[in-house]
């Protein structure tokens, strides 16, 4: 069985740009949620997907935005890219319908905003 | 309030003693309490967890303290080990999404 994965690991990009982060989760889980971590700091709920349509929603803008696909497999995409979105980008994928209790975290995709 | 306060920030522990962490929420909505270990360059690892209805739970070193009156919990690792070093955050999950409140983070350093 394997875990949560994540691609790509490290990502450096400049203001004002887009970028597409993606995560694989882990072998029977069909809900997949996405956490922002900046440095020194607890992780942030963005969204989660289930169904392939948004479950929830944390407080962050519509320039964050996501997709589940049938595989159940996620994409992260942030558009106009701001030197604040610097951070760990976590996902965490859950085995039961609609989110489960237990979260997996994958290991993570570390964005730098020049 | 979503809010989920977290203390000591960092903790030096000598090996074999008892590392304690403290938590505290105002959000009755939440109702399961995660703690979450992490190393540099890893994703959080699921600890132990605890429900509001159960005041403690012992999982080998690990035990989570919870007072719902007071809406605080804690996580007390026993025996204390430098393998054990690392962040722990606390957490807790409320709604359909099951979305997480972490804490801040406390930065746990074991010494030899």
Redesign the interface.
């Known amino acids: 069985e394997t875990g949560v994965t994540q691609s790509p690991t490290h990502l450096i990009k400049t203001r004002g740009q887009q970028v597409t982060l993606r995560c694989s989760s882990q072998s029977g889980h069909n809900t997949v949620s996405w956490y922002q971590q900046a440095l020194g700091q607890g992780p942030q709920f963005i969204f989660q997907y289930y169904r392939e349509e948004e479950n929830g929603r944390g407080n962050f803008p519509p320039r964050f935005s996501g997709l589940q696909f049938p595989n159940y497999s996620s994409e992260l995409n942030v558009n106009a890219l701001e030197l604040d979105d610097s951070a760990l980008y976590l996902c965490a994928s859950s085995p039961l319908a609609g989110g489960g209790n237990e979260q997996f975290f994958g290991p993570g995709t570390r964005l730098t905003v020049l | 309030q979503q809010q ?1 306060k ?1 203390s000591p920030q960092s903790l030096i522990v000598q090996k074999g003693g008892i590392s304690i962490i403290n938590c505290a929420y105002e959000n009755t909505a939440f109702d ?1 309490f ?1 703690w ?1 270990q992490q190393f540099p ?6 600890l132990i ?1 605890i429900r509001p209805d159960v005041s403690e739970k012992k999982e080998g070193r690990f035990t989570i303290s919870f007072n719902k009156s007071a809406k605080q919990f804690s996580l007390h690792i026993m025996d204390s080990q430098p393998g054990d070093s690392a962040t722990y ?1 606390c ?1 807790a ?1 409320a ?11 406390t930065q746990l350093t074991v010494l030899p």
Not at chain 2, 97 to 104: D, I, K, W
């Open positions: 989920v977290q399961y995660p979450y360059g890893k994703g959080p690892a699921l967890a955050f957490a999950m709604g359909s999404a099951r979305q997480l409140t972490f804490g801040s983070g």
